[in-house]
């Protein structure tokens, strides 16, 4: 077990300095699995280095479980005897905000912060044609993939693709690895359903890559900058590039039948892209376009989602998201240092094309007001600094 620095647990006590952190998979259980904390991001499995926790991939899952039957499903045998990595790499766990911001930005977040840190915010896109088209939105997070590969900042990125490949008209996002260009390509666009990117780690690990990319959702990119503040061990350490995806919420895969395909008779198979742009946006294969409103999508709202509090990917080096007036650029959030000298480089070179990002005022005042509303879903009860910032709830 290691030594932490101090911290603030979740019943507002403080820890002292240098105490040992002992927690394991039965608190992690008892206070993010069973609270409904949990995202889903699957950090504990990649990080149990005995493999004892599985993950649920069906829809209405989506979540770890414990593969032992020593203990039964609440408990561990390995946690009993000190193993701790599933509660240092769970970014849900007590004080995870926290310990991020300070290892990011050694400082936490300021009230008025209310989409995490950051030094600029930029609209941009893409200007290889191919790259914009296929990506959503500008394209940037195809563009910077590929530049990034081609500039040996990573081997690899961690993303999700399509079941199947992307002619099989599934829709299922899964887990993968993308080492090419072709399999950045093949990476592109907005699912809306939620793959679990971290789990691509060992199959990464496993054909070579050593520099690794991380492309998830907003639950994801917290992960990474958690486990570095925790040191849960080498699990970490490929991931050197962390790209972070504004995310309100994703939609349990049980949509497309129930919604989309009973009411409006649009087929998974039929459908070449979605978008959301204050409405369901649709495209098909024969050249349709079709508005679904987002109040009849609320149903299948992933379990996962609904107490998630970070729209903005508050902890990623680069947070992007399509939240502007029209769908031709990329909201680009630059949150590290890292993040500054990829964005400031492709600038340079003209590899993506940018303008401040208040020439859209509307975007960025949107984005605060989706980050507030996410927070405002993270319980009182729990860890209280994530809803720093956000108005004092009304008592009756």
Not at 210 to 224: D, N, Y
Request: glycine share 10%; net charge negative.
């Amino acid at each position: 077990m290691g030594i932490l620095p101090p911290m603030v647990t979740s019943d507002g006590s403080t820890t002292a300095k240098g105490a040992r952190w002992s927690f394991h998979w039965k608190e992690l259980k008892n206070e993010v699995v069973d609270a409904d904390l949990c995202t889903g991001c699957a950090g504990c499995v990649i990080a149990c280095p005995h493999d004892v926790l599985g993950y649920d991939h069906s829809q209405g899952g989506y979540h770890p479980f414990h593969l032992e039957e020593a203990l039964g499903p609440d408990d561990c045998v390995h946690g009993q005897k000190g193993c701790t990595a599933c509660t240092r790499a769970c970014p849900r766990f007590r004080a995870w905000e926290i310990q991020a911001n300070e290892h990011l930005f050694d400082r936490d977040r300021e009230p008025e912060e209310i989409a995490g840190i950051y030094s600029d915010i930029l609209l941009t896109r893409a200007t290889d044609r191919m790259l914009h088209q296929m990506g959503q939105d500008g394209g940037l997070v195809s563009a910077i993939l590929v530049w990034a590969l081609e500039h040996d900042y990573i081997d690899a990125a961690l993303t999700s693709l399509l079941e199947g490949g992307t002619e099989s008209g599934s829709w299922r996002p899964v887990p993968g690895v993308a080492a090419t260009r072709e399999e950045i390509l093949a990476s592109a666009g907005s699912r809306y359903t939620y793959s679990a990117n971290t789990l691509a780690i060992d199959d990464a690990i496993a054909a070579g890559h050593r520099r690794l990319a991380l492309v998830g959702t907003s639950c994801q990119s917290s992960v990474a900058p958690v486990m570095w503040s925790r040191k849960v061990g080498k699990i970490s350490k490929p991931i050197v590039f962390n790209l972070g995806l504004l995310c309100s919420k994703t939609f349990d895969d049980s949509i497309f039948e129930e919604l989309f395909w009973a009411k409006y008779r649009l087929a998974r198979r039929d459908i070449v892209k979605m978008n959301i742009k204050g409405v369901f946006q649709i495209w098909t294969r024969d050249g349709g376009y079709h508005e679904i409103n987002l109040k009849e999508c609320h149903a299948w709202t992933r379990e996962g989602c609904n107490h998630c509090p970070d729209f903005a990917a508050e902890h990623a080096d680069v947070s992007c998201g399509g939240i502007g007036k029209d769908n031709d650029w990329t909201l680009t959030i630059v949150r590290t240092e890292l993040g500054r000298e990829i964005v400031t480089r492709m600038i340079a070179d003209g590899s993506i094309e940018a303008r401040p990002g208040d020439s859209d005022p509307g975007a960025i005042a949107l984005m605060r007001k989706l980050a507030a509303k996410s927070r405002q879903r993270w319980p009182e009860t729990a860890e209280s600094a994530v809803r720093v910032g956000l108005p004092e709830p009304t008592r009756p």
